[in-house]
C-alpha cells in the first residue's frame, strides 16, 4: 500500500468505530467487529481515488460496513493467516517496548520501521488481530475502555445515511424513483401510482418488497 494509503488508513481510524458500533449487541465481540472494519478501511485506502471529487469518508464508510455485514454472513469469523498473526505478536512486542522507552504509544510510521515492515502489512496486522488501541495517544485512568487515535469524526448519522445510500445505489432508476417519491417527497401511494404510471395497488406490492430488500441490506 502506497504511504498515502496508510495515511488515509491511520488518519480515518475513527470511522471504524463509528461503523463498528452501529453492530453492537448483535451477537459479535466488538473487537471481531472493529477487526473486520479495519480491513474494510484498508480496502478504502487501497482503492480510493481523490480525483474523483468524493470525500474519502463517504467512499470508506459503506466499504467498511460491508466488510462488518460479511463477518456476519460468515458466522460471526475473521480469517486472519498465521503470517499475519506472528507479525501482530511481534507488534505487540515492538509496541510494548516502545511504551515503556519512550512513554507513549508508536506511530504506525515508527512500528514500521522498528519491523522493517510495509505500513499496509503493518495496518492490516494492527486492525485485524489486535484488540483497538490508540497509536498516538496515552490516555491514563482509561482501563478497560476502549482507545482510539484522535479523528474529526463525521457527523453521528453519517454511517446511516451512507448506508441508506449505497443500499439505494443498487435499485434500479424506476425502484428509486418510487422510494425517493414515497419517503424523501413524503407523496402518498395515490399520487406516487399517478406520476408513475402505476396502480395503488401496485405501489403498495413494490414498495413494500423494496422496504424488505433494504432492511436486509441495512441489516
Do not use: W
Not at 481523490?50 to 475473521?78: C, H
Not at 482510539?148 to 448519522?157: L, Q, R, S, V
Amino acid at each position: 500500500m502506497a504511504a498515502d494509503a496508510a495515511r488515509l488508513a491511520e488518519e480515518n481510524m475513527g470511522l471504524v468505530h463509528m461503523c463498528a458500533n452501529r453492530f453492537r449487541g448483535k451477537g459479535i465481540e466488538y473487537d471481531d467487529l472493529y477487526g473486520a472494519g479495519c480491513l474494510g478501511l484498508i480496502k478504502a485506502a487501497k482503492a480510493f481515488d481523490a480525483q474523483r471529487g468524493v470525500r474519502f469518508s463517504t467512499y470508506a464508510v459503506p466499504v467498511i460496513l460491508g466488510e462488518i455485514r460479511r463477518l456476519f454472513r460468515d458466522g460471526g469469523t475473521v480469517k486472519i493467516s498465521r503470517s499475519l498473526k506472528e507479525l501482530s505478536l511481534r507488534l505487540t512486542k515492538e509496541r510494548e517496548r516502545f511504551l515503556l522507552a519512550e512513554g507513549r504509544e508508536p506511530t504506525v510510521s515508527e512500528l514500521c520501521e522498528l519491523t522493517g515492515e510495509e505500513p499496509e502489512l503493518v495496518t492490516e496486522a494492527l486492525g485485524a488481530a489486535l484488540p483497538p488501541v490508540s497509536l498516538t495517544a496515552d490516555l491514563e485512568g482509561s482501563e478497560g475502555s476502549e482507545l482510539d487515535i484522535p479523528t474529526e469524526p463525521p457527523d453521528e448519522g453519517i454511517t446511516d445515511r451512507l448506508a441508506l445510500y449505497q443500499a439505494l445505489s443498487q435499485l434500479s432508476a424506476e425502484d428509486r424513483r418510487l422510494i425517493y417519491l414515497r419517503y424523501f417527497l413524503g407523496k402518498t401511494q395515490t399520487v406516487t401510482a399517478q406520476v408513475m404510471g402505476m396502480t395503488q395497488v401496485q405501489v403498495s406490492r413494490r414498495e413494500k418488497k423494496l422496504l424488505g430488500m433494504l432492511r436486509a441490506e441495512l441489516i
